[in-house]
């Protein structure tokens, strides 16, 4: 879409990037995807939280293959017994429990919308709204489809008004901070690597 000498923010402002600082941005941003998990409205059974701008803020920053990583040991921690998921749950009662699915949508979230930040989206407000929405569809395809199979015989009007309707109003509200902020920080990125 765009010609950009960086495809990230993370290329921009480190020219010089090792396998120790990838390591530790990578884990930064696991525990950074941790408390963006427990800012939440406490509703049944998904939780209303600031995970999804913050996958979105990771992807952004690192485009898809880290992101993915970050999400990916963001998972990880979470099965290994860090209290790292919404209402510091862990383990794997958190994967196949109503948020099952929207956990496994983060990972493929993080995967495309880094994947559309690399090739110039996310600079404009517009291209933000763009990487948000398809990001969200993505994430409510898994989401949705975990919390059919963990509540079952339901409809799919039911299905909706219990895990996608509450949302959408604080992923409106995500999306138009998103797009209010992104496009400044590639401008504060752009003076700095200059």
Do not use: H
């Given at each position: 879409?765009?010609?950009?000498?960086?495809?990230?923010?993370?290329?921009?402002?480190?020219?010089?990037?090792?396998v120790?600082?990838?390591?530790?941005?990578?884990?930064?941003?696991?525990?950074?995807?941790?408390?963006?998990?427990?800012?939440?409205?406490?509703?049944?059974?998904?939780?209303?939280?600031?995970?999804?701008?913050?996958?979105?803020?990771?992807?952004?920053?690192?485009?898809?293959?880290?992101?993915f990583?970050?999400?990916?040991?963001?998972?990880?921690?979470?099965?290994?017994?860090?209290?790292?998921?919404?209402?510091?749950?862990?383990?794997?009662?958190?994967?196949?429990?109503?948020?099952?699915?929207?956990?496994?949508?983060?990972?493929?979230?993080?995967?495309?919308?880094?994947?559309?930040?690399?090739?110039?989206?996310?600079?404009?407000?517009?291209?933000?709204l763009?990487?948000?929405?398809?990001?969200?569809?993505v994430?409510?395809?898994?989401?949705?489809?975990?919390?059919?199979?963990?509540?079952?015989?339901?409809?799919?009007?039911?299905?909706?008004?219990?895990?996608?309707?509450?949302?959408?109003?604080?992923?409106?509200?995500?999306?138009?901070?998103a797009?209010?902020?992104?496009?400044?920080?590639?401008?504060?990125?752009?003076?700095?690597?200059?």
């Open positions: 879409m765009f010609k950009t000498e960086n495809k990230t923010v993370y290329e921009a402002l480190f020219k010089q990037r090792n120790l600082l990838d390591v530790f941005m990578i884990l930064f941003s696991a525990g950074f995807l941790a408390v963006m998990a427990n800012i939440r409205i406490p509703l049944w059974p998904v939780p209303v939280t600031m995970q999804t701008f913050g996958i979105f803020f990771i992807a952004f920053f690192f485009g898809s293959r880290k992101g990583l970050a999400i990916l040991a963001y998972v990880l921690a979470g099965l290994a017994g860090f209290g790292v998921f919404a209402g510091y749950k862990s383990g794997i009662g958190a994967l196949i429990g109503p948020t099952g699915g929207y956990i496994a949508g983060f990972i493929f979230m993080a995967l495309i919308v880094g994947w559309m930040i690399e090739r110039g989206y996310g600079r404009t407000r517009g291209s933000v763009l990487c948000m929405l398809i990001g969200e569809v994430l409510y395809t898994f989401g949705l489809a975990g919390l059919w199979l963990y509540l079952g015989n339901v409809s799919f009007a039911e299905l909706l008004m219990l895990g996608f309707v509450p949302f959408i109003i604080g992923d409106a509200v995500k999306a138009l901070g797009a209010a902020l992104f496009p400044y920080l590639w401008k504060g990125d752009e003076k700095i690597s200059q």
